[in-house]
């Protein structure tokens, strides 16, 4: 089992920033590629992020790319997501995902590979 606990959402202004945090426990978080999701009211879960185990792999949704950036910490059992020029379409319940693969440099954008998941984060954008 890994737990993974999100942390760092709030309320902020079109053009703010916010730093999202998911400290893992349990297993060895060097098992794990990692990926943010999010899920705004009324709509499904979808894909915002993901780093590799190496991470030095990462890919984004065409929604954030170029405003998120996702990294992760292995000496610490980390990853962040740093979202930067906000919009209030970023606004949803974020999510930390990880998902368990042999591969050290492999990514994945489906929600049905990751195993474990966090509480979630509001993240909250007023325009």
């Known amino acids: 089992q890994v737990q993974l606990v999100e942390s760092g959402g709030g309320l902020v202004q079109a053009g703010g920033s916010l730093r999202l945090s998911c400290a893992a426990s349990?297993?060895?978080?060097?098992?794990?590629?990692m990926g943010w999701f999010r899920q705004a009211p009324g709509k499904e879960r979808e894909f915002v992020a993901a780093?590799?185990?190496?991470?030095?792999?990462?890919y984004y949704s065409n929604s954030v790319k170029g405003r998120f950036t996702i990294s992760r910490d292995n000496a610490k059992n980390t990853v962040n997501l740093q979202m930067n020029s906000l919009k209030p379409e970023d606004t949803a319940l974020y999510y930390c995902?990880?998902?368990?693969?042999?591969?050290?440099?492999?990514?994945?954008?489906?929600?049905?590979?990751?195993?474990?998941w966090g509480q979630g984060t509001q993240v909250t954008v007023s325009s």
């Open positions: 349990g297993r060895t978080f060097s098992n794990y590629a």
């Open positions: 995902a990880a998902r368990p693969t042999p591969s050290y440099y492999s990514n994945s954008y489906s929600s049905r590979e990751y195993d474990y």
């Open positions: 780093i590799a185990i190496s991470g030095d792999s990462t």
